[in-house]
DNA sequence: TTGAAAGCGTTACCAT
DNA sequence: ATGGTAACGCTTTCAA
């Protein structure tokens, strides 16, 4: 490129980097022009190697699959776009393993930054990162002690506020059926803030009533079967998540029960669907978009100024849908 | 790294990279060590400079937030995982220009092999793009005047498929709500099918059963309204993807229109809640996993022999997944 | 205003 | 079997 221009690689390089100030409009010009005529793109990689930043973000998810990351992702993306960054990106399906190991990959890659939802099996990992310079964003994910920037929503109020509005329609056998609690303390706040809503209520907990089990569909409708089981069934069911909230419906639907008049359903997450299901379904909602575009403009004030800059824990609010498959137990049977 | 070790950088570079037949024990085990010790990467910067190879995969969709691309994109990533590939991601958001330009970042950035769903507008870019030595599959498009590797399903026949069930249940007032039939062939393609199964049939196109407009809930829901408007209303509606099928949806419940009863509803793709919507929808599936696992199948045999190889097109087929959204138009007052 | 030259951290060739 | 060294294509410093 230099040689065809006639000029050095460094005019080349001050041109097309934006430092056009110490170099004359004439070969300006003509750098511009050959640039163009030759479809020139400069070599990320060996700009990389030099300057030791590669304009990349490295997102580690669990499961592209739920739409909940996938809304994130569209977020951080949007972002990522407008501030010239490019988006790598890797599963982790929940396996602490392929977490690390993606890490790795992402650390000889030279990423700039780091954006995840940890496996929560990791920590000692996690906690070795702010030394190695790699700015990390947690997101919905928090552990205080890890001491890195978070975006995430609070699990345990928004589960808390749900199941009371529950109890304030007059349920008090209220089932849930929710993520392993181990790992990601996502799970575990939706669970607590199940029991904490019962307990200011004073409803007892019974153990059949929670379900707790690897998400996925097959595990909600086989959750919901168990619970529909019961000699003394719930009247009303919470959902911790989309899969299992699908899982669930399936196995309601399969044996005829009317929803609300029969069973009451809640579901964590709030997927486009969820206004056309058979009822509508009434469910809380997370600003995923917004949590995304979050974690990436806090990676970038990061990635801008290299100094200190205390660790932010930003939580954004949640908000209960109310739509129709809700309603007080006195019409059930 | 070398120098810690004790050896030459060359020596280390021949150990980590597998070639160690050439190496002493006795070094080969020094260095790992201090790998191991050091918790040593290679720098993939440095090396993708010299190699002219990233072992990265660009992958540019429209939209991740549609979840057929994140099927394929599940697809792709869990066959580049095995093969020890990266992913870079952009969304095109159906623009050429965003298409392009991400083309172009990815380019600099020496990706490996590019996989794409292209809006249709950059042929001229994409027929380049065999020169340029960077192995490219389409996903989801097949133009076969780019002669570039392609993996899809046949809109067209399942489309008509689809169609020709509704006719064969008796309906004979078939609407369609397609995404706008520019740019890409996909929904040309299910356009198409649905004239074919009617031209089979004997019934004539009639303008105001086809709503042709951008894919969005929005759209889908305004199409809906459109339709059923009409003086004469169609018995039965076709939405050729899931927006435009969620926002049907939405409009046909707030009507109260029974479906099946009052309406038949089918939809293009087959996302895991048509099983839970009221009531179950009748739907074509499309192999997403597959689609994607393939692509990068067909991909990586590229990348491993530079050499010719001829270029593929893969269509995969569909199936129509019967529930409950049809039935005959007799059941309409 | 321009460019020469020194690296950046690898890999690959070629001596030893 | 081992390692010296050039080269990959940029950016950056410094001198002209």
Redesign the pocket.
Known sequence: ?AREAG?????V??V??GRW????P???ERILEVAKRLNYR??AM??A???RRTRTVAVVFTNILNPFYTAVLRGIQDEARRAGYTIVLANSDDSPDVERESLSTFRAQQVDGLIITTTGENDELLKTLPETGVPTVLVDRGDPELHLDTVRVDNVSAARAAVEYLIRLGHRRIAIISGLTTGAPTRAGRVEGYHQALEAAGIARAEEYEQILPSSVENGRAAAGTLLNLPDPPTALFAANTFLAIGAMECIRERGIQVPQQLSFLMFDDPEWSRIADPPITAVSQPTHRLGALAFQLLEARLRKKRPLKTEDIVLPTSLHIRRSCSTPDRNP
């Open positions: 490129m000029v050095s690689p460094a005019t390089s001050n097309l980097n100030k110490q170099t004359s004439a070969t300006r400069p070599n060996a700009a190697l030099r300057t």
